[in-house]
């Protein structure tokens, strides 16, 4: 269907020449001889005014009702208030009707309503606004990397190594329900592959393999975790951004994850002005302020024992009071990004005990070399570390979490056979969508969001 696209048409529309449009049907103002339709078809924030003169063009009055699909030729004109562009209608077609019961309403409907919708839902300016920003922060995500020297690699999505410490898995098979085992060993011989196999936690242990050939890699892709908890910031499926570079240690490591956060988020603040102005304005009141701020200063970082002293002295307004050796709770994470800190702050050297084998094992003898990036309004946005690159520590942190060797020959050999001091991160995207556009619940950053006894 040839026609333009409502973002060219606004911002460079020569006046004068006749456009065509396609769009949505946003508002309708009828006056005794003059009406306006605003339509958008996602290209921009921005709606286009269509101006109907109604002496000249009568207009099927299916046209004009909200939600309705619309084509629309026009002259284009100077818009009557701001530097772009309208369109005086010459004809306006219908695509498709719009009846009244179409759920999305020009009253502000909230987002646990359209939580229910959510097939519709990217027709309203905040989701629309929230999957532009998500796709710009995509790209820039492998312009970022692409840039550097980083290869873009692809982990499988079905393993049968669970990442240890990760998360729960998903189960993937092809037995039925109710097929007979005389044990679990028994069952999954008779599988698919002939093992227990899931859905992959995190690429990492794909990602050492490939960043110990090839220096500089990074995965973009979905990770999968049974997590039985119903918070704002887990999915079930969420999509994970795993940076794993060889000859790095710890300080690289963050260094990295800082760069790399600055980046993304320049390129939002470059490319989505008009989204963010719009949740700066109906979502986080000082959104803009705060992605400056943090784009061009530094972040904080801090030793996890001293982190606990200063959490521990605030013990009193925790629901979780902590001590040495306690996991971090999104309570404690936030009051240290938000109230000791006031900006991103890693988190580094861990007890060994919270974290997986996998971690590098510091000369304490008690911490390992890992690190979370803790934000405002969020909690841990990225985790990472570097790795135990020595084989004799890595098969002992193994032995001490009971888990099988032989399961994991492969990543002991990258130990073996020229094993290099290396590290990586992971950084949830969504996480960075919500960081980024201020919205407060995970499921409204994603298209179909899986949660527990949620896949609409
Ligand atoms: P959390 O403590 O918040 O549950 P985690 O420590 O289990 O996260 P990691 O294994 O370190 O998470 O994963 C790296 C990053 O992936 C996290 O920092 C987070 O941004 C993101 N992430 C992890 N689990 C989820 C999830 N269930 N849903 C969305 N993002 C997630
Ligand atoms: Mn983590």
């Known amino acids: 269907m040839k ?29 005794a001889n003059v009406a306006f339709l605003e339509i958008s078809d996602g290209t921009s924030f921005k ?34 208030k701001g ?41 309203t300016n905040t989701f629309a606004a929230v ?36 998360g729960e898995m998903f189960r993937v098979t092809t037995r039925p329900w109710n097929a007979k085992a005389e044990s679990e060993e028994e069952y999954y011989k008779s599988d698919f592959f002939g093992v227990k196999a ?37 999915l079930a499926e969420f999509w994970h951004i795993e940076p794993e570079v060889a000859f790095a240690e710890l ?20 490319e989505c002005p008009e989204e963010l102005a719009f949740f700066d304005s109906f979502v986080e009141k000082g959104l803009i302020e705060k992605l400056k701020h943090v784009e061009s200063s530094d972040f904080a970082v801090v030793e996890y024992t001293d982190a606990i002293s200063l959490l521990e002295k605030e013990n009193a307004r925790f629901q979780f009071p902590v001590s040495w050796g306690s996991d971090l709770q999104s309570e404690h994470e936030r009051y240290l990004t938000e109230t000791v800190f006031r900006r991103p702050v890693f988190v580094t050297d861990y007890p060994k005990e919270i974290k997986s084998f996998y971690m590098k094992q510091n000369a304490d003898g008690k ?28 098969v002992s942190a193994m032995r001490e979490r009971n888990m099988d060797l032989d399961a994991y020959r492969q990543y002991l050999d990258l130990r073996l056979f020229g094993t290099v001091p290396h590290g990586g991160f992971g950084l949830g995207f969504e996480r960075f969508v919500m960081y980024v556009t ?19």
């Open 3 to 31: 026609h333009e696209d409502i973002k060219s048409v606004l911002e460079s529309g020569e006046v004068g020449k006749e456009a065509v449009v396609c769009g949505w049907v946003r508002t309708f103002r009828d006056s």
């Open 47 to 80: 709606k286009l005014q269509v101006v109907i003169d109604k002496s000249a063009l009568a207009v099927d009055a299916e046209c004009t009702k909200l939600g309705a699909s619309v084509r629309v030729r026009g002259e284009v004109v100077p818009a009557y």
């Open 83 to 123: 530097d772009g562009r309208e369109l005086n209608a010459k004809e306006v077609t219908l695509l498709g009707k719009c009846p009244p019961e179409y759920p999305i309403q020009k009253k502000r409907t909230t987002l646990d309503f359209l939580r229910t919708i959510p097939h519709l839902r990217l027709r």
């Open 131 to 166: 999957f532009r920003v998500r796709s710009v922060a995509a790209q820039a995500i492998h312009r970022y990397f692409h840039e550097r020297g980083y290869y873009y690699i692809n982990a499988p999505l079905i393993t049968a190594s669970d990442c240890e410490g990760a």
């Open 198 to 234: 899931g859905l992959s936690v995190s690429g990492q242990l794909e990602g050492e393999v490939a960043a110990t050939a090839l220096g500089k890699i990074y995965t973009f892709g979905p990770s999968f975790r049974a997590e039985n908890s119903n918070t704002t910031r887990h």
């Open 251 to 270: 300080p690289d490591v963050i260094e990295i994850a800082e760069e790399m956060l600055k980046y993304l988020i320049r390129a939002v603040l470059e």
């Open 367 to 394: 911490t390992v070399a890992a690190t979370d990036l803790l934000v405002p309004g969020i909690g841990e946005i990225i985790g990472g570390s570097e790795r135990e690159a020595d084989y004799d520590k890595l």
């Open 438 to 456: 201020g919205i407060e619940n995970i499921r409204d950053v994603t298209l179909f969001p899986r949660s527990v006894k949620n896949i609409k």
